[in-house]
């Protein structure tokens, strides 16, 4: 299993973190070891004393595939879930800044708490899906789904020029404006639709 996740596929936050709106889209990889599954509580790492947490909706690959032509792009994902990409901020800027990869600073274990799945075909519009990530019940990230800047068809199309897709992949899709740091003792909920689907706390 691969878990793909996309760089600044939110113009808006793109903007906040001063990043530049990207041209194609930008790709990293997580390790199985990142999963945290079953609201599992997360505990705050030693290595960073920024950790930001970057709500988002991760896509199921359901079929295997290579260089998939977008009119067959929706084919090949089959349900969502609510996952939280989290990243040692203050270890990433200082890799950025060297030009360095940031496999450090986002793949660590346990960075990607996810909730169960959503089969696309229950969701109202699986085209603009409304998501919201709540840090101590306040609203810190509400996005939508047709403000990607690579839909999900335009991220199957490109991820497959590049590997193979293969049935359990997760593409983690990018996260909206209001991304934000974490302490200890919070708790984060992640809802879909309205829904709650992944209660995450910080221990
Ligand atoms: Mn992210």
Redesign the pocket.
């Known amino acids: 299993m691969k878990i793909f996740?996309i760089?600044r596929n939110y113009a808006d936050h793109a903007k906040e973190l001063n990043n530049p709106i990207p041209t194609e889209p930008i790709v990293f990889m997580k390790p199985t070891t990142a999963l945290v599954v079953n609201n599992k509580p997360f505990y705050y790492p030693d290595f960073t004393q920024d950790l930001h947490y970057?709500g988002?909706i991760v896509l199921r690959v359901c079929k295997n595939g290579r260089s998939i032509q977008l009119e067959f792009a929706h084919r090949y994902y089959d349900a969502i879930a609510f996952g939280i990409?989290f990243?040692a901020r203050d270890l990433q800027e200082r890799l950025k800044q060297k030009g360095h990869p940031w496999e450090i600073a986002k793949a660590f274990d346990h960075s990607a708490p996810i909730s169960p799945w959503i089969p696309l075909e229950e969701l109202p519009n699986p085209r603009d899906i409304h998501f919201q990530l709540r840090k101590n019940g306040q609203v810190v990230q509400d996005g939508h789904t047709r403000d990607l800047i690579f839909s999900f068809d335009a991220l199957i199309v490109y991820l497959s020029r590049y590997f193979t897709l293969q049935k359990n992949d997760l593409i983690?899709t990018?996260?909206p404006s209001g991304v934000g740091p974490v302490q200890i003792g919070d708790v984060l909920e992640g809802f879909i639709e309205g829904r709650l689907m992944l209660t995450c706390a910080i221990k």
């Open positions: 996740c760089g970057e988002e990409d990243t983690f990018g996260t």
